[in-house]
């Protein structure tokens, strides 16, 4: 029902910048809560952030926490993650994700959300 597509990854120096983007297209209305998450190579996926449908309320793990920055914009129906100050440590596929059903758990849980982008490279260089 919500299609998502991510874009702006790529390669950058220790300490770098990237802002990465995920537009949202079909009932994007039915779409609640918003959150990216991320999966090293030999790492299981994990949460990154999150943020309620109105940005009222944002949500980090604590690896990020300080130097990410997430963000909706519901008139263009897009999500970004602003990363700054990268570390090798941040190297992964970024996954961005959406909220079409209720529910009550944690923001940080993959299981709250139901619909999914394909990823995008986020490589960080020492």
Known sequence: QVQLVESGGGLVQTGGSLRL??????????????GWFRQAPGKE???VAAIR???????YADSVKGRFTISRDNAKSTM?????????EDTAVYYC????????GSYRSS????????????????
Do not use: H, I
């Not at 983007?21 to 918003?34: K, Q």
């Not at 970004?80 to 090798?88: H, I």
């Not at 994700?97 to 009550?104: R, W």
């Open 111 to 126: 299981y709250r959300y139901d619909s999914w982008g394909q990823g995008t490279q986020v490589t960080v260089s020492s």
């Open 45 to 47: 996926r994990e949460f």
């Open 80 to 88: 970004y993650l602003q990363m700054n100050s990268l570390k090798p």
């Open 97 to 104: 994700a959406a909220q079409t059903s209720d529910y009550n």
């Open 21 to 34: 983007s995920c537009a949202a297209s079909g009932r994007t209305f039915s779409s609640y809560a918003m």
């Open 53 to 59: 449908w109105n940005g009222g309320s944002t949500y």
